[in-house]
């Protein structure tokens, strides 16, 4: 792995780093990412599945999509990327995950307090009452969840197309982007706002911007260096490389 001098002098002494994660980061746990030539969005319509109107139109559509996500999620692991940035918010004071990913497997792998911008699939709630479901029982003949207080639908807790992002969230991925020292943005297209807008903040702000992806994206000309390859490999290098300086 190369990486420049001055990224390595960083890892000697930052103490303050934020982490900004994409669907790239679990691609190598087997999880599809939504772009590109073989990905979701490539194969389906978002605006079907992953939008509030198209839920009213054709709820049972809509879970039948996410209870095959589930699945899919539930027979994967965490993988090296997901472990190491487990690792690393031990080696320093201030560490802050942000992801968009709904997998749940940084909080599998052992994150904590991971802010996340699109939700959670093993979350949701009734879109009548609000009230909040971690269990949702699905069976073959009625794959609509209902609540069970007021009897609303209930619904997967991701943020769709056109939605807000839940309330005060963005604005704790912001403040831990304005205040860092290092800031990676890892296995995202960046091209989803206002994620995409992060790794920006923290460039403005006077973080050093270090992109990990298999390729460039959008924001590879605003950033200060890109590790081209995959994150999975990267990652557990450039961890390794702070515990050793911790000691
Ligand atoms: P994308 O699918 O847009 O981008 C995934 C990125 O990961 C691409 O830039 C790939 O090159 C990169 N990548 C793939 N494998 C990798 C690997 N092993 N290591 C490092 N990088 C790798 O996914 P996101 O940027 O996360 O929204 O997409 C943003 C949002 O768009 C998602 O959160 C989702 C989607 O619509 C919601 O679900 C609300």
């Given at each position: 792995m190369n990486i420049s001098n001055k990224l390595c002098s960083l890892l000697h002494t930052t103490e303050s780093i934020c982490v900004l994660t994409g669907a790239g980061i679990s691609a190598e746990s087997g999880v599809e990412t939504f772009?590109?030539?073989?990905?979701l969005w490539s194969k389906l319509k978002p605006e079907e599945l992953a939008n509030f109107d198209a839920f009213i139109r054709n709820p049972d559509l809509v879970w039948e999509w996410y209870n095959y996500r589930k699945k899919i999620i539930h027979d994967v692991k965490p993988n090296p990327a997901h472990c190491a940035l487990a690792h690393l918010q031990d080696l320093v004071k201030d560490f802050t995950l942000i992801t968009?990913?709904?997998?749940?497997l940084h909080i599998r792998a052992g994150s904590k307090n991971v802010l996340e911008l699109?939700?959670?699939?093993?979350r949701s709630y009734c879109i009548s009452c609000g009230k909040s479901v971690t269990h949702v029982e699905v069976t073959l003949e009625n794959k609509v969840p209902h609540c069970s207080s007021c009897h609303g639908i209930i619904r997967p807790d991701i943020v769709w197309f056109g939605e807000m992002l839940p309330e005060g969230v963005f604005e704790m991925a912001t403040d831990a982007a304005t205040r860092c020292e290092l800031f990676l943005s890892i296995g995202?297209?960046?091209?989803?706002y206002p994620a995409a807008n992060l790794p920006l903040i923290a460039r403005k702000q006077g973080a050093y911007v270090v992109e990990i992806n298999m390729e460039r994206t959008e924001i590879s000309n605003s950033v200060d260096e890109t590790l081209l390859g995959k994150a999975g490999e990267i990652l557990p290098q450039l961890v390794k490389m702070k515990e050793e300086i911790k000691g």
């Open positions: 772009r590109g030539s073989n990905g968009q990913n709904i997998d749940n699109h939700g959670n699939i093993e995202t297209s960046a091209v989803v």
